[in-house]
C-alpha cells in the first residue's frame, strides 16, 4: 500500500466490530427451584431462649464462653492449611476471571529486525532479495519495526459467557473458603469438647479408681477376718481392674482429641498440649433455627452448589458460539529501511489493516456433542445444588431433634446419677454392717459409675451438637459480609466463618 488509512475508516472498522459484539448466545442464568419446606419439622413447638441478634455470623464460637476455645478458633482462622489452600484456590479462580476479561480487548505486539542478505552469485549475475534486484555478488540490509495489533470482537458472546462462568466459578471458590473456614472451626470446637468431657471422665476414673481401691482393702479385711468369701475379693479386684482399664482408655481418647486440635491449628501434635481442666463446666447455647428459606443464603456449600449451576448455565452459550463464523481484526503500522538511520523516516512507513471470517463448515458433529455436553453438566449441577439443598435441611432436622432430645437426656442423666450416687453408698454402708452380699455391692458400684459417665457424655455431646447446630445453620444468623453475586440473577451471597 502507498498510502495511509484514514481516521474515518479505521473508525468505522472499529465501530462496525463493536456493534456486532452486542448479543450473547446461550440461555440467560434462572436459579433452579430448590426442594424447601415452609418450615422445620423438629423446630415445632420448640422456642431457644436466646434471640437471634445474639448469634453473630463471625465469631459464633464465644456463644460457649470458654477463652481456651476463643484462643484456638483464632489459630485456626490463620493457621489451618486446608482455609489455606482453599484460600489460594479462591485466589486462582480471582486471577481467571482477569484473564477472561483481557480476551475482550486487542492484543497488540512490538516487532523489530535487523537482517542482511547477498548472494554469492559470479559478476554479472542478478538476484532478488526482499523484492529487489541486487547485482551479484552484492549484499544488502534490511531494518523494519512495527506495532501490530490483533482483536477478536465478542461478536456472539463467547467471551462474556467465559467470564460469567469465570465470575460463578470465583464466587463458588469463596463459598468453598467459607466453608473450609466453617468446617475447621466447627471440628475444632467438636474436638476441644470431646478432650473437655475427656477430661472429666478422666476425673471420674480417677476418684472411682480411688474409691474401688477403698472397696477392695475393705473386703481384703474382711476376708482376713473371715467374715466374707474370697469370691467378695475378686468381685472387688475385678473392679478395680475394669476401672482402671476405662481411664487407661480415656487417657488415649484425651490424646487422640489433642493430636487432631495440634493439626487443625496449624501445629505438630509433638510440640503443642492442653492441661487438663476436671472442673470444666462447659454451656451449649440456645440457638434459633431461623427458616428453610434462609439456609439458602446462610450455608457457604448451598451457595457453592448454585453458583457452579450459573457457571455451567454460562458454559452453554460458549459451546452454542462455536456455530457462529468468529470475525478477527487486525492491523499494523511500522516502518522499513535498508538504513537504520532512515528507518523512522516518513516514507519508510508501511501500514495494513483488515478483516476475516472464519466458520467451520463440516465438523461431523462436534460442536454438536459439546452443546450436549455442556446442557448435561448444566442438569448434573442443578441435580447437585437441589441434592445439597436437601442434604442441609437433613442435617438441620437431625441437629434439632437431636439438641432437644440431648437436653431432656442431660436432665434425666443427672436425675439418674444422683439416684445411683445414693443407692451405692447405702449398699456399701448395708455390706459393711453385713446385710447383703458383695455382689450386690459391685451391681450398685457399676450402676453408679455408668450413669456418671452417661451424664459427663451427655453433657459433652450437647455441646457437640450446639456446634453441629451452628455448621447446619451455616456458622450464623446475623448479616454479614459475603460475595456479591452478578446484577443479572440474585444468589445467595456465601457466609463467613
Known amino acids: 500500500m502507498n498510502a495511509r488509512p484514514s481516521a474515518p475508516r479505521l473508525m468505522?472498522?472499529?465501530?462496525?466490530?463493536?456493534?456486532?459484539?452486542?448479543?450473547?448466545?446461550?440461555?440467560?442464568?434462572?436459579?433452579?427451584?430448590?426442594?424447601?419446606?415452609?418450615?422445620?419439622?423438629?423446630?415445632?413447638?420448640?422456642?431457644?431462649?436466646?434471640?437471634a441478634d445474639l448469634l453473630e455470623r463471625g465469631d459464633w464460637w464465644t456463644l460457649f464462653g470458654d477463652p481456651m476455645l476463643n484462643d484456638l478458633a483464632a489459630k485456626v482462622q490463620v493457621s489451618n492449611q486446608n482455609i489455606v489452600a482453599a484460600e489460594a484456590a479462591y485466589r486462582q479462580a480471582r486471577a481467571a476471571v482477569s484473564e477472561q476479561r483481557a480476551a475482550l480487548f486487542p492484543t497488540v505486539s512490538l516487532n523489530a529486525s535487523a537482517t542482511r542478505s547477498g548472494t554469492g552469485a559470479g559478476s554479472g549475475t542478478t538476484s532478488v532479495v526482499g523484492g529487489e534486484v541486487v547485482s551479484g555478488g552484492g549484499s544488502r540490509s534490511t531494518y523494519r519495526a512495527s506495532l501490530g495489533g490483533t482483536w477478536e470482537p465478542d461478536v456472539w458472546g463467547r467471551i462474556r459467557r467465559s467470564i460469567e462462568a469465570a465470575k460463578d466459578q470465583a464466587q463458588a471458590s469463596a463459598a468453598d473458603l467459607?466453608?473450609?473456614?466453617?468446617?475447621?472451626?466447627?471440628?475444632?470446637?467438636?474436638?476441644?469438647?470431646?478432650?473437655?468431657?475427656?477430661?472429666?471422665?478422666?476425673?471420674?476414673d480417677q476418684a472411682t479408681v480411688a474409691a474401688y481401691q477403698r472397696a477392695l482393702t475393705i473386703t481384703q479385711n474382711r476376708y482376713n477376718a473371715g467374715i466374707a468369701p474370697h469370691s467378695d475379693v475378686l468381685q472387688a479386684q475385678t473392679?478395680?481392674?475394669?476401672?482402671?482399664?476405662?481411664?487407661?482408655?480415656?487417657?488415649?481418647?484425651?490424646?487422640?482429641?489433642?493430636?487432631?486440635?495440634?493439626?487443625?491449628?496449624g501445629q505438630a501434635p509433638g510440640s503443642f498440649s492442653l492441661a487438663p481442666t476436671a472442673n470444666w463446666t462447659g454451656r451449649a447455647p440456645d440457638i434459633p433455627p431461623g427458616v428453610p428459606s434462609t439456609l439458602l443464603q446462610r450455608r457457604p456449600d448451598i451457595a457453592a452448589a448454585e453458583r457452579r449451576v450459573a457457571a455451567a448455565n454460562a458454559q452453554i452459550g460458549v459451546q452454542v458460539s462455536a456455530y457462529f463464523p468468529a470475525l478477527t481484526l487486525t492491523g499494523s503500522y511500522g516502518f522499513a529501511a535498508t538504513e537504520l538511520g532512515n528507518l523512522l523516516n516518513s516514507p519508510s512507513a508501511v501500514w495494513s489493516y483488515g478483516a476475516s471470517v472464519a466458520e467451520t463448515l463440516l465438523d461431523f458433529g462436534t460442536r454438536r456433542a459439546r452443546v450436549r455436553q455442556a446442557r448435561a453438566a448444566h442438569d448434573q449441577a442443578v441435580a447437585q445444588y437441589r441434592q445439597t439443598v436437601l442434604s442441609a435441611l437433613e442435617d438441620v432436622e437431625n441437629q434439632l431433634i437431636a439438641t432437644?432430645?440431648?437436653?431432656?437426656?442431660?436432665?434425666?442423666?443427672?436425675?439418674?446419677?444422683?439416684?445411683?450416687?445414693?443407692?451405692?453408698?447405702?449398699?456399701?454402708?448395708?455390706?459393711?454392717?453385713?446385710?447383703v452380699s458383695y455382689t450386690e455391692v459391685v451391681t450398685t458400684q457399676t450402676a453408679a459409675y455408668s450413669a456418671r459417665r452417661a451424664l459427663a457424655q451427655a453433657t459433652a455431646q450437647r455441646?457437640?451438637?450446639?456446634?453441629?447446630?451452628?455448621?447446619?445453620?451455616?456458622?450464623?444468623?446475623?448479616?454479614?459480609?459475603?460475595?456479591?453475586?452478578?446484577?443479572?440473577?440474585?444468589?445467595?451471597?456465601?457466609?463467613?466463618?
Open 12 to 51: 468505522a472498522v472499529l465501530l462496525a466490530g463493536a456493534a456486532l459484539g452486542g448479543c450473547a448466545v446461550g440461555p440467560n442464568y434462572q436459579r433452579p427451584s430448590a426442594p424447601i419446606s415452609p418450615t422445620y419439622k423438629e423446630a415445632a413447638g420448640w422456642t431457644p431462649a436466646a434471640p
Open 178 to 204: 467459607a466453608a473450609a473456614r466453617l468446617a475447621a472451626q466447627g471440628e475444632m470446637a467438636a474436638d476441644y469438647f470431646g478432650l473437655r468431657a475427656a477430661d472429666i471422665e478422666l476425673a471420674l
Open 239 to 265: 473392679q478395680l481392674a475394669n476401672a482402671q482399664a476405662d481411664f487407661a482408655g480415656v487417657q488415649q481418647t484425651r490424646a487422640t482429641y489433642e493430636h487432631a486440635i495440634a493439626v487443625l491449628t
Open 404 to 435: 432437644r432430645v440431648l437436653a431432656q437426656q442431660e436432665s434425666l442423666r443427672r436425675q439418674a446419677s444422683a439416684a445411683a450416687d445414693a443407692t451405692e453408698q447405702m449398699m456399701a454402708n448395708r455390706y459393711q454392717a453385713g446385710q
Open 463 to 497: 455441646q457437640s451438637t450446639a456446634v453441629a447446630l451452628i455448621q447446619a445453620l451455616g456458622g450464623g444468623w446475623t448479616a454479614g459480609p459475603g460475595v456479591s453475586a452478578p446484577a443479572r440473577s440474585p444468589s445467595p451471597a456465601s457466609p463467613a466463618g
